[in-house]
């Protein structure tokens, strides 16, 4: 895209007076790389996209000491300050990586974090960065999410937390936590809308080619790979097959001929995989799609319940309000 046809697609007025806005990216060996780059690259492109936003944000990299680390991935980040040295900051983010879980380099992001906390406007995990920002207390008692595969344990492990486990990233007061590395790009977007408006964050959407607003939650990902991973050999293209033939008739029989196996045996094969029976987990799919077509589509609710395989309108409710605790015509004016 070039630059006349982002400044077509952008077109607002912001202030470029103002001082820019500070963001922090606190890296440590053993950092996941993607969850610093990712967010800090959405933020370059809401500078690139507009001319208005130039001035809009400075990222700085802060490490837990002077030298370049060495990221999971083997990519080397080199800090611009330490958390000893790092300026006035108006947003922080925490990425995720097993070398947070070490005990010295967790002990001194989180006691930076708690210093530093009331003069910061926003503080934001990324993935298993919420094993920085949990141990602080400052989001004890609110709502949180991390990567589907950590959810569990950090509920456990910091019992005052709210976890939910499906959400791609969530705000709570100043507080943002995220799901895996990719939905720090889904929170920077968000950040991004708060502080330059819903044109810069579409503009940045279309640059990095994206959703704006990712449709669905975590569970879409965690239970079809949960079940991919475990069935590699048998069962690994099933889901995927599922997910596409939602309309049709998903029996056990037909499911099980899919993939050449008596139905019995395949039924407990696939709960035992899965935890879910056949019938559960296709429900479970269709129940997901039909919450992303009532959010995205103007079509009649009936027709989006035909579309996805429920073949009674009221079955269809009856499953939506169990699954998501509201009928589909109340979501769908709640969240379209």
Not at 15 to 40: E, K, N, Q, S
Not at 271 to 294: N, Q
Request: aromatic share 8%; charged share 25%; glycine share 8%.
């Amino acid at each position: 895209m070039d630059d006349a046809t982002r400044f077509e697609l952008v077109a607002v007025a912001m202030p470029t007076t103002r001082p820019p806005i500070r963001i922090g990216f606190l890296i440590f060996p053993g950092v996941t790389a993607l969850d610093v780059v990712g967010p800090m690259d959405a933020f370059a492109a809401a500078i690139n996209t507009t001319q208005s936003a130039r001035s809009y944000y400075e990222s700085i990299v802060i490490g837990t000491h002077r030298s370049s680390v060495r990221s999971e991935s083997g990519l080397r980040l080199s800090p611009d300050c330490t958390l000893a040295s790092a300026p006035d900051l108006d947003t922080v983010i925490v990425p995720g990586g097993a070398g947070l879980r070490e005990a010295a380099v967790n002990s001194a992001v989180t006691a930076w974090l708690q210093t530093r906390a009331r003069r910061i406007r926003r503080i934001a995990s990324v993935c298993t960065g919420i094993y920085g920002l949990a141990p602080t207390g400052l989001i004890d008692g609110r709502r949180v999410t991390t990567h589907w595969a950590f959810a569990d344990a950090v509920a456990r492990q910091f019992p005052k937390l709210k976890m939910d486990s499906d959400a791609i990233y969530l705000r709570d007061g100043k507080f943002y936590t995220t799901a895996g590395m990719t939905a720090g790009i889904d929170m920077s977007l968000a950040m991004i809308q708060d502080d330059c408006g819903a044109t810069v964050s579409l503009a940045v959407a279309r640059e990095l080619v994206v959703y704006l607003k990712r449709p669905g939650g975590q569970e879409q990902y965690s239970q079809p790979l949960r079940f991919q991973s475990a069935n590699a050999d048998r069962f690994g293209d099933l889901v995927a097959w599922i997910d596409a033939n939602l309309h049709r008739q998903l029996s056990v029989d037909v499911l099980a001929k899919r993939i050449h196996v008596g139905s019995r045996h395949f039924s407990r094969q696939f709960k035992d995989a899965t935890g879910l029976s056949p019938a559960s987990f296709v429900e479970s799919r269709r129940l997901d799609e039909a919450r992303t077509r009532l959010e995205g589509s103007q079509a009649r609710v009936h027709a989006i319940a035909n579309s996805v395989g429920f073949r009674s309108s009221d079955a269809f409710r009856r499953a939506f309000e169990r699954r998501f605790g509201v009928a589909p015509r109340l979501y769908r004016e709640r969240f379209r």
